[in-house]
């Protein structure tokens, strides 16, 4: 029975047994030449199919490129990064700027163009490190609000207020953002930045769950791995970034993920990854300067000092921020040259100083580059009053490091342990943080806590820096080893541990 049912479908007829007569026989032939001929039949059919199909492809397209989806305009490309809150290639932004000046003059009350206008500025000041964008940003997006009050000019002034260093503001355009239209996703990356600047860790946390429920995709999982990256969790981060690297929708935003990836690498100092991520962002987007002036750090890490100077002033050319002018000041530093990491400063100053006219605040690179390279005192009062505006962990490590350099290491040691504290949010795995933890604590006297900070400086990241990785090595070689305790004392009622040292 169930031979029979899997040999005889539904829709075949039952077969019945005929005996091999002679009409029987005949019935059979017959059968049989007609079986050979629908056979001769499908195979000439087969092999004209499959000659028509070769044939069909050999054939040139008809119509070139309408067989394919055209590729959406460059201002269209900017738009959709630009509402997406995904980096956007610069040439693009170049194009959707005009666009919007153009269409703005013809409508003057378009309140999205405007905020659409407002917001590629500030990506475009952003990307170019010109400040001069950033007024004409604020410019736009306040006549947007004054044509109609809308989320997306709020949110792209709270991102504004995050690129100026502004977190307060940028908390404050941000939620009334979110209160407008809670279900704007791209209000909660804004929300995310300005709480990181100003410390409430725990509200970062709950503000990417709200994102994390709303969106997902390549742009919400990089979000995702800056809060890995801050709470520690680097193994998250970095497979975060990957995913969002590989899902990626345009070049410029798979550069800006790599660049980030290699970022992650080089903190864990694993220099040869940290260059290959560097590496191909460039090679993706020529225009990602932050991949350029990563790729510097990661060659002079190498030993490769030249090529690394050549990079470093490959990333200023373009993109002329003071983070990198310093950095490449502390690399002409290393390697003797007195005169070149002057002009560096000397650069880093105007920087600043441009960057202040655009209405940023670089007080927090300003004050790192005083306290090592001008003067503490100044370093101490700029970031005491930048802890007041903005109590993070980056301007917590900066302040305590300006207090050692001028000489008040037991206020300075309650700063560094902020930075490195998990309760204060300080839970990012970072060796220049934990290298001025154990320089402050071995000036304090405090011998076995400096000799494990500045191990751990070492062991997160060898290379952290040209001109502070070899002092670490040198202060943690003059504390010496671990000194040997002795066996316990034994007093009349019993043991008693000795103290350590």
Not at 5 to 12: G, I, S, Y
Not at 129 to 144: I, M, N, V
Not at 182 to 210: F, N, S
Not at 312 to 328: C, N
Request: aromatic residues 6%; contains cysteine.
């Amino acid at each position: 029975m169930e031979n029979s049912a899997m040999e005889n479908p539904a829709t075949e007829k039952p077969v019945t047994e005929k005996p091999l007569t002679e009409d029987g026989g005949e019935e059979t032939r017959r059968g049989t030449r007609r079986a050979r001929s629908q056979l001769r039949y499908v195979i000439a059919a087969v092999a004209g199919c499959a000659v028509l199909g070769t044939t069909l492809m050999l054939l040139p397209p008809s119509g070139g490129p309408a067989s394919h989806a055209p590729a959406p305009a460059p201002g269209a490309q900017a738009l959709t990064a630009v509402a997406g809150g995904v980096p956007a290639a610069l040439p693009d932004l170049a194009v959707l700027i005009r666009e919007r000046e153009s269409l703005l003059r013809r409508q003057p009350r378009d309140a999205g163009s405007w905020a659409v206008l407002g917001t590629a500025y500030a990506e475009q000041g952003r990307r170019t490190a010109d400040t001069a964008f950033y007024p004409k940003a604020e410019d736009a997006l306040r006549t947007s609000l004054k044509v109609r009050r809308t989320a997306e000019a709020l949110a792209g002034l709270g991102a504004l207020a995050n690129t100026r260093r502004d977190f307060r503001a940028a908390l404050a355009w941000g939620e009334e953002a979110r209160q407008l239209e809670p279900k704007r996703w791209t209000t909660y990356p804004v929300l995310i930045d300005a709480y990181t600047g100003l410390g409430d860790y725990k509200a970062v946390g709950r503000t990417l769950e709200l994102l994390l429920e709303l969106r997902s995709g390549p742009a919400v999982m990089a979000r995702a791995a800056a809060v890995y990256r801050d709470r520690g969790r680097r193994e998250d981060a970095a497979a975060a970034l990957s995913d969002a690297a590989a899902t990626a929708r345009t070049p410029a935003e798979r550069a800006a993920y790599l660049e980030r990836g290699g970022q992650l690498a080089f903190e864990r100092g694993d220099r040869e990854e940290a260059l290959r991520h560097f590496q191909e962002a460039l090679r993706v987007d020529p225009d990602q300067r932050a991949a350029q002036a990563g790729r510097g750090r990661a060659l002079a890490a190498l030993g490769r000092r030249t090529r690394a100077v050549q990079a470093y002033r490959a990333a200023l050319a373009k993109q002329p921020l003071p983070q990198y002018a310093l950095e490449l000041g502390e690399l002409y530093e290393s390697m003797g040259l007195w005169d070149a990491a002057r002009a560096q400063y000397d650069l880093l100053r105007a920087a600043v100083r441009r960057a202040a006219g655009g209405g940023a605040d670089e007080e927090l690179v300003l004050g790192r580059f005083e306290a090592d390279h001008g003067e503490p005192a100044s370093a101490v009062r700029r970031l005491r009053a930048e802890w007041v505006r903005q109590p993070g962990i980056e301007v917590a490590d900066a302040l305590g490091w300006a207090l050692h350099r001028a000489g008040e290491n037991e206020e300075a040691v309650r700063y560094a342990r902020i930075a490195t504290d998990r309760v204060h949010g300080g839970g990012v795995r970072s060796a220049p943080y934990m290298y001025h933890l154990g320089m402050i604590e071995g000036e304090l006297g405090q011998p076995s806590p400096a000799r494990r900070h500045l191990q751990e400086a070492l062991r997160i990241n060898p290379w952290f820096s040209p001109l502070w990785a070899p002092s670490a090595e040198q202060a943690l070689a003059a504390l010496g080893d671990v000194p040997e305790e002795g066996l316990p004392e034994m007093d009349a009622e019993g043991v008693t541990p000795r103290p350590y040292r």
